[in-house]
């Protein structure tokens, strides 16, 4: 299993930006498929962005293509997510996790993961 901490959420206004981090204890963080999900109230998890082992391919959710980039620096063992032009709809809390395989809807179960990070946009 894989610690992760999740840092840089907080309280935004529609328009604005927040960059998320999430720090990994691993030894070598290439090793490991990285994703960002969310979960709002009353609704389930939702995969957001992830990421290649090596960071060469990205994937993302249909709602938040364009605004949000997932990026990594295996060197610092950090993940992290550029939220740009925030909705309302976007508040959530957001997760980090890790698979040594592809994270999938599937697949999600078995994965590691932080303890989630508070995103309010106020409209």
């Known amino acids: 299993q894989v610690q992760l901490v999740e840092s840089g959420g907080g309280l935004v206004q529609a328009g604005g930006s927040l960059r998320l981090s999430c720090a990994a204890s691993v030894r070598t963080l290439s090793m490991y498929y990285m994703a960002w999900f969310r979960q709002a109230p009353g609704k389930e998890r939702e995969f957001v962005a992830g990421?290649?082992?090596?960071?060469?391919?990205?994937y993302y959710a249909d709602s938040v293509k364009g605004r949000f980039t997932i990026s990594r620096d295996n060197a610092k063992n950090t993940v992290y997510l550029q939220m740009n032009s925030l909705k309302p709809e976007d508040t959530a809390v957001y997760y980090c996790?890790?698979?040594?395989?592809?994270?999938?809807?599937?697949?999600?179960?078995?994965?590691?993961w932080g303890q989630g990070t508070q995103v309010t946009v106020s409209s």
């Open positions: 990421i290649s082992w090596s960071g060469d391919s990205t």
């Open positions: 996790a890790a698979d040594r395989i592809l994270i999938t809807i599937a697949t999600m179960n078995r994965a590691s």
